[in-house]
């Protein structure tokens, strides 16, 4: 693990990272083992690094002495301003070249197009050219920018969602550390909080209903009532083939945690999988079912759910909800469960113990009194 940071790290880091915005020299810190910080100018020519350091300028970092170190980086901007101003003018080099004139959309684009399920990189990437107004540069990338990207997703998205994008673009700006393309990731640190989102899921008898009515995509409605006997996976069920049926049971790598699993299949998964091989009679390949991508799976759902009189929320992803609280109530311990559906901690299956204590609560506030 790596060490903490103090609180006059945190403040330093986040100061420069202000005064640094869209300079092309950037002020930079270096702890002196006497006490307090050096001062210094990093300048990128030809992708490498060139450093100047200021020697007459040197910040105590105490929160005490913090006017003080205040006025000594205001000397330390001018410096650089000025001298900034003069390399542009003299025409010494062309500042950070290699990367004011490559486009971070782009670069963002192209790893969005090498995704299997790109849904999650294509939302964020929108929501960067509408926040950027499509115009965004490798140098615009700095702890400033990523701390307003926050702040403009939680605007539009709800902060679980908003945690998963900011979490896409991170992940793009590790991918250009790795190539070089920057000197490290200025969005490690900001963190956005998620809350625990309701968990919806189906009763047997609201299964038994979804059965008998009707659905316009068959495929749809057999591969949702399969997960609910299976828990498998939106990613797991438009993968799956034929050849992963084996003996009555599904041996198959999870495509999100690349864990091997067998699940033994319930009766009635066996008897939905019949069904399906007559829906898959006319389509080609080795495809148990032929899903549309996932919010328009979900867009189905939501229709034939609703036709069937279920006011819940109900998503693909409640199947494996379903399967999980179903499990529990029929006297299947935690471990197994969490063996089931894939799970490497336990801790991630106990919220579905608590959905099975709370139905067990709401059981046991129906007995009579005397």
Request: with cysteine.
């Amino acid at each position: 693990m790596g060490r903490k940071k103090t609180e006059e790290q945190d403040y330093f880091e986040v100061l420069l990272s202000k005064l640094n915005f869209r300079k092309k020299i950037k002020l930079r810190l270096r702890k002196l083992k006497t006490g307090g910080y050096s001062v210094y100018l990093a300048t990128a020519i030809d992708r490498s690094w060139k450093y100047d350091f200021l020697k007459d300028i040197k910040i105590s970092g105490k929160r005490e002495h913090r006017h003080q170190d205040s006025n000594l980086l205001e000397l330390a901007c001018a410096i650089r301003d000025k001298r900034e101003l003069e390399i542009l003018q003299d025409g010494e080099v062309k500042l950070y070249s290699w990367k004011s004139q490559s486009d971070f959309l782009e670069y963002f684009d192209a790893i969005t197009k090498t995704k299997a399920h790109p849904c999650n990189w294509s939302n964020t990437k929108n929501l960067l050219a509408e926040f950027t107004s499509n115009t965004l540069n490798f140098g615009d990338v700095d702890r400033a920018f990523c701390q307003r990207f926050v702040d403009f997703l939680l605007t539009k998205v709800s902060a679980n969602t908003a945690h998963v994008y900011y979490g896409t673009l991170k992940a793009a700006i590790n991918q250009a550390v790795r190539e070089e393309k920057l000197l490290n990731n200025p969005g490690n640190g900001i963190k956005i909080s998620r809350k625990q989102p309701e968990t919806n899921y189906l009763t047997i008898d609201e299964l038994r209903v979804l059965k008998n009515s009707p659905c316009t995509h068959p495929h749809i409605k057999h591969a949702l009532l399969f997960s609910c006997f299976t828990g498998f996976r939106y990613s797991d069920i438009i993968t799956l083939v034929w050849t992963d049926i084996e003996d009555g049971a599904i041996l198959k790598r999870q495509q999100k945690t690349q864990t091997f699993v067998k699940v033994k299949l319930a009766e009635t998964a066996l008897e939905i999988l019949e069904s399906q091989k007559e829906v898959m009679k006319n389509y080609p390949g080795d495809n148990i079912f032929d899903l549309l991508v996932n919010h328009l799976t979900n867009e189905y759902l939501k229709m034939w759910i609703s036709f069937a009189g279920i006011k819940k929320k109900i998503t693909f992803h409640c199947a494996r909800h379903t399967f999980a609280t179903m499990c529990l109530s029929q006297g299947i311990d935690i471990y197994t469960v969490s063996k089931l559906l894939g799970h490497t901690d336990v801790a991630n299956t106990q919220r579905y113990a608590k959905l099975t204590d709370q139905k067990r609560d709401r059981e046991i506030d129906k007995l009579p009194k005397l």
